[in-house]
């Protein structure tokens, strides 16, 4: 079996427990950057809470300036009507 082929890395995936397919999200390369395989389930998980478009959560995850962890700028989500603030504290309340 070839690792470096989607279906390689998916089986790998499915071995490590991982049950469901890598999201196919435009702009990802996950053969060649393996980050973009957490980036796309992220993205996902984002596009499932808040009914945006794949590539739109996607564009929304940023990595930080300093050492830390990755972040979402809710405002690149493009929800009409939301409060940043107050859609932040639904969201967390969701992740939990």
Same mark, same amino acid.
């Given at each position: 079996?070839?690792? /470096? /082929?989607?279906?390689?890395? @998916?089986?790998?995936?499915?071995? @490590?427990?991982?049950?469901? #397919?890598? #999201?196919? +999200?435009?702009?990802?390369?996950?053969?060649?950057?393996?980050?973009? +395989?957490?980036?796309?389930?992220?993205?996902?998980?984002?596009?499932?809470?808040?009914?945006?478009?794949?590539?739109?959560?996607?564009?929304? +995850? @940023?990595? #930080?300036?300093?050492?830390?962890? /990755?972040?979402?700028?809710?405002?690149?989500?493009?929800?009409?009507?939301?409060? #940043?603030?107050?859609?932040?504290?639904?969201?967390?309340?969701?992740?939990?």
């Amino acid at each position: 079996m070839a690792t /470096l /082929l989607p279906e390689g890395i @998916q089986t790998l995936l499915t071995r @490590q427990g991982v049950e469901s #397919p890598i #999201p196919n +999200i435009a702009g990802t390369d996950v053969i060649n950057n393996p980050i973009h +395989i957490f980036l796309s389930y992220l993205a996902d998980t984002l596009v499932q809470l808040t009914e945006c478009s794949p590539e739109v959560a996607y564009s929304s +995850i @940023q990595w #930080p300036n300093e050492l830390g962890d /990755l972040v979402v700028v809710l405002p690149r989500l493009k929800l009409q009507h939301k409060n #940043p603030k107050t859609f932040s504290t639904e969201l967390k309340q969701k992740v939990r």
